[in-house]
Each structure stands twice: as structure tokens, then as C-alpha cells.
């Protein structure tokens, strides 16, 4: 019989609640109660990257992403002033649009994780410190810099597509 150390147990909790934030992401008509959601799907993220002992990850987990990411995302919520969704969906030629878009994205994306898909180029040696900050930099700034940048530049791009989408529609 196996027995269930705390690291394990630790995992099963914050695995289950990471999944449950994703969840309650996904089916709460209320933005921000979404948002909350989210937010409880960052903190479990970050226990699972300590359960992990990557104790880098886990902070970064916590500042960027529970911090300034969605403080940037309660910010737009506010700003667009969204109300609770009514569940309707209309299509229109935009959201087809919108959707050939999306599809066109994923499957790039596909292509671009198929190119990098080679695991013995870019394996991590086996003695590789995940929770420490100069081995994780070395790596991003050498092996791992086109991924890196192409991140950036999708950052960007959904900047520019929050700021268009934000902006005050002044039809006549």
C-alpha cells in the first residue's frame, strides 16, 4: 500500500483547486466573480509550483500574474463597464471574423509548437535548478529566445487590441 505523503496530498488540493478556478472562469456570467476565479486559479498554480519546490516560479506566479495581470484585467472590466452576460449570442460578420481569426492563431500556434516539438534540442538537463532565477534567465535569454519574444509580441498585440476595443466610439 502507497502511502500519501503532504507533497502529494498538497498537489491533489491545489490541483483540484486550479481546476475548479478554471471552471468557475469558464461559467460565471459575472466578470468579475470570473476574474475572482481566476485569481483563485493563479494562487493554486503557485502552490503547485511550490509543491514542485520551484519556489521562483511560484513568486513570479503571485506578483505577475495574481498582481499585476489582474489588476490590468479588473482595470479593462471596469473600463468597458461589463454587466452580467445575458446568454444570447448573435452572430454577426464580425464575430466570423473574429473566429476564422482565432482559428487562424491556433493553428499557427500548432505549427510553431510542432517546429519545437523536438524535445532532445530543447530538453532541460536533467540537474536543471527550476527554482532558481540565473538558470531560468540563461535559458530564456539563449535557448528559449524566439519563444520568448514571440510571447512578447502576442503581449503586445492583445495590448493594442485592449486599447482599440477600450476606446470611445464617437459615431454620428
Same mark, same amino acid.
Given at each position: 500500500?502507497? =502511502?500519501?505523503?503532504?507533497?502529494?496530498?498538497?498537489?491533489?488540493?491545489?490541483?483540484?483547486?486550479?481546476?475548479?478556478?478554471?471552471?468557475?472562469?469558464?461559467?460565471? &456570467?459575472?466578470? *468579475?466573480?470570473?476574474?475572482?476565479?481566476?485569481?483563485?486559479?493563479?494562487?493554486?498554480?503557485?502552490?503547485?509550483?511550490?509543491?514542485?519546490?520551484? =519556489?521562483?516560479?511560484? #513568486?513570479?506566479?503571485?506578483?505577475?500574474?495574481?498582481?499585476?495581470?489582474?489588476?490590468?484585467?479588473?482595470?479593462?472590466? +471596469?473600463?468597458?463597464?461589463?454587466?452580467?452576460?445575458?446568454?444570447?449570442?448573435?452572430?454577426?460578420?464580425?464575430?466570423?471574423?473574429?473566429?476564422?481569426?482565432?482559428?487562424?492563431?491556433?493553428? =499557427?500556434? +500548432?505549427?510553431?509548437? &510542432?517546429?519545437?516539438?523536438?524535445?532532445? &534540442?530543447?530538453?532541460?538537463?536533467?540537474?536543471?535548478?527550476?527554482?532558481?532565477?540565473?538558470?531560468?534567465? =540563461?535559458?530564456? +535569454?539563449?535557448?528559449?529566445?524566439?519563444?520568448?519574444? +514571440?510571447?512578447?509580441? *502576442?503581449?503586445?498585440? #492583445?495590448? *493594442?487590441?485592449?486599447?482599440?476595443?477600450? &476606446?470611445?466610439?464617437?459615431?454620428?
Amino acid at each position: 500500500m502507497s =502511502e500519501i505523503t503532504v507533497q502529494t496530498l498538497l498537489f491533489w488540493t491545489f490541483g483540484i483547486m486550479a481546476i475548479a478556478g478554471g471552471i468557475g472562469l469558464l461559467f460565471n &456570467r459575472s466578470p *468579475i466573480y470570473a476574474a475572482l476565479s481566476l485569481v483563485v486559479n493563479f494562487f493554486s498554480l503557485a502552490g503547485l509550483y511550490l509543491s514542485l519546490q520551484a =519556489e521562483f516560479l511560484a #513568486a513570479i506566479q503571485v506578483l505577475v500574474y495574481a498582481g499585476a495581470i489582474m489588476v490590468l484585467v479588473l482595470f479593462v472590466i +471596469m473600463l468597458l463597464n461589463l454587466e452580467e452576460e445575458q446568454g444570447v449570442l448573435e452572430f454577426n460578420s464580425r464575430r466570423i471574423l473574429a473566429f476564422l481569426l482565432g482559428f487562424a492563431f491556433i493553428a =499557427e500556434m +500548432m505549427y510553431v509548437m &510542432r517546429e519545437f516539438s523536438d524535445r532532445t &534540442r530543447y530538453a532541460l538537463a536533467e540537474d536543471f535548478a527550476y527554482g532558481q532565477v540565473e538558470p531560468i534567465g =540563461e535559458k530564456l +535569454m539563449t535557448d528559449y529566445l524566439f519563444p520568448f519574444e +514571440m510571447i512578447s509580441v *502576442i503581449l503586445l498585440a #492583445a495590448l *493594442i487590441g485592449a486599447i482599440v476595443v477600450a &476606446r470611445k466610439h464617437t459615431y454620428q
